[in-house]
T-cell receptor, first 114, second 109 residues
Framework: NAGVTQTPKFRILKIGQSMTLQCTQD?????MYWYRQDPGMGLKLIYY???????DKGEVPNGYNVSRSTTEDFPLRLELAAPSQTSVYFC?????????????FGPGTRLLVL | GQNIDQPTEMTATEGAIVQINCTYQ??????LFWYQQHAGEAPTFLSY????GLEEKGRFSSFLSRSKGYSYLLLKELQMKDSASYLC??????????FGTGTRLLVSP
């Protein structure tokens, strides 16, 4: 299994440009998440999904959109990039069985908006 | 609202034991995660507690007291490679995770 993969690894955007951050998992997990992590800070949840066709907002959803058309893919869309969106973006997936839950993170996408 | 507190930084010596505390005030508590994150890398899952008590996994153990809003991560036989940030995260409701800002642990020889 490749686990959780993210592309691109690094991207520079100009203010106002748009882009899609890709995330794919091959573990058949129902739950997927997008986080952002600013330097020296913890992770903040942007959006999450509990299954194909179902998404919901997290703590900081403004400026982002998501879709979940398949179990495997959970892309994150930035429509009008702003300097405040400069961050590291992590995608994660998880499964839950009773009292056990395990989350797996992708390697991250570093985004710089100038 | 939600509030998760961890110490910002801790130092310890190789071979020692260190306890990293996490206190939380949150509605709809549904479990607590601990993650390890090396600089420039993705977080790695360490533990998940949803019931009170101690969960042990090799050199790492995690404890939860829901009535006190308190958890700790215990690292034994510290190694240099354990130098990293340790993130506490609370699951609210069904799937929302709220993270603390993390504790930077520095292990010295």
């Amino acid at each position: 299994n490749a686990g959780v993969t993210q592309t691109p690894k690094f991207r520079i955007l100009k203010i106002g440009q748009s882009m899609t951050l890709q995330c794919t998992q091959d573990m058949n997990h129902n739950y997927m998440y997008w986080y952002r992590q600013d330097p020296g800070m913890g992770l903040k949840l942007i959006y999450y999904s509990v299954g194909a066709g179902i998404t919901d907002k997290g703590e900081v959803p403004n400026g982002y959109n998501v879709s979940r058309s398949t179990t495997e893919d959970f892309p994150l869309r930035l429509e009008l990039a702003a300097p405040s969106q400069t961050s590291v973006y992590f995608c994660a997936s998880s499964y839950e069985t009773g009292t056990q839950e395990t989350q797996y993170f992708g390697p991250g996408t570093r985004l710089l908006v100038l | 609202g939600q509030n998760i507190d961890q110490p910002t930084e801790m130092t310890a010596t190789e071979g020692a034991i260190v306890q990293i505390n996490c206190t939380y005030q949150t509605s709809g508590f549904n479990g607590l995660f601990w993650y390890q994150q090396h600089a420039g890398e993705a977080p790695t899952f360490l533990s998940y507690n949803v019931l009170d008590g101690l969960e042990e996994k090799g050199r790492f153990s995690s404890f939860l007291s829901r009535s006190k809003g308190y958890s700790y991560l215990l690292l034994k036989e510290l190694q240099m490679k354990d130098s990293a940030s340790y993130l506490c995260a609370v699951k609210q409701g069904f799937q929302k995770l709220v993270f603390g800002t993390g504790t930077r642990l520095l292990v010295s020889p």
